[in-house]
């Protein structure tokens, strides 16, 4: 049933602004991007880089956006239906809905995020996004873009791991685990402590070449959320605690990473970094896939002396929660139907996992003490996950380029 409910009356937007064109792709998905709003291109290529490309607009992507300022919101009504992607997400006021129009009002509760009138005409691609003249638009456009990537490979059927990752010469580790068990601090510590290339934080897409190809890991961009115990010793710990983290709205200050604070899940305190924060204020490189060659299963104890490292030889994926589906999703979900659809969307290609499930494994239970002794800890980890022998590059220094 079609539903109207007092479009919103249009209102100028900001003239005299420049106007940016540009395109991102991940994986066969592709979006093009007309925008007004000043810098999004440089904050785009920040945020996305290296896991998305960045690159001229094509002209034939199958969702175009157009991005723009305009001098006045409508205010959310309480007569407009209204959702919520998550509990703790923004609302989002359903202002107009027909067959050729969909307008939402994208409002969060935190004030300091901006508002976005969203108007897409379904099955087509082309959206416009407008944002108030006196936001920071960045973030939430920001999130509507990478949305629009997102949905493009959630309707092809792409995999989507829960899981970190690391690389070295086109080689991957995957570490797994339910929430909690450690996958975000040993792919930090790898990556900042023994000159592994970071590939993602808790969300990886698997790809492959070919129906009987290689298999490809790609990391999704999104912020690095680091445990402060992990930092205890850290050679960058002054470098976090100075600098002006954007999740964080400036210096953290002394951080508190005694042995004793909690190691694992419960009451943890974490600090959370985007991509080019790791990469300029640790020395770390991020690399925007590799083929997987080992997996981890990862378990992080807060009273555990040293650490443990057992090979398994036929690792039940399952119960370490690796897919991604359903509700957890629901970022990439395209609820305002912009692709065409010719019927249900395809499963998630379940074989792609049947296949990692082949790769060497090794179940890893760790404590606080891997902090000052992590390289020999992970030449052990992946020593026994007889991951490619090699010499991985050193670890490197803040500033270093991606």
Known sequence: MNHTAHPPARAATRAGTDTETFSLSCLGARVDVTSTVAGLRSAATRAFSPMFAVGPRGGDAPVRLRLRTRTALP??????????????????????????????????????????????????????VETGPHQDGHTALLRFLSFAVGAQLH??????????????????????????????????????RAG????????????EDDPHGSIRAVGWPRRVGIGVSALAGHPALRRLESAALRR?????????????????????????????????????????GARPAALVLAEAVRDLEGWSVEPVAQPDLWRAEPLITGARQRHVV????????SGPPPAPRLGLLDRIAQLPCVRVRYGPQVNERFPEFWAEVTGRAGFPSGKARAAGTPGADR
């Open 334 to 341: 395209d609820y305002l139907g912009l692709l065409p659809r």
């Open 248 to 288: 964080h709205a400036g210096p953290l200050g002394k951080l508190d990473t005694r042995d004793s604070r909690p190691w694992t899940r419960e009451g943890r305190s974490r600090i959370f970094l985007d991509p080019h924060e790791l990469t300029s204020l640790t020395g770390a490189r991020i690399t925007a």
């Open 196 to 207: 592994y290339d970071f590939l993602s934080d808790d969300t990886m897409l698997l790809d």
């Open 155 to 192: 309707a092809h059927g792409t995999p989507w791991l829960h899981c970190s990752g690391v690389a070295r010469d086109d080689c991957a580790v995957l570490i797994l685990g339910p929430s909690g068990s450690g996958k975000s601090t040993l792919a930090f510590l790898a990556a900042t």
């Open 75 to 128: 205010a959310p009504s309480d007569s407009a239906p209204r959702l919520r992607l998550d509990h703790d997400g923004p609302w989002l006021y359903v202002l107009d809905r027909t067959s050729d129009t969909t307008v939402v009002l994208k409002c969060a509760d935190d004030p300091r995020q901006a508002t976005l009138l969203i108007t897409a005409t379904p099955r087509t691609g082309d959206v416009l």
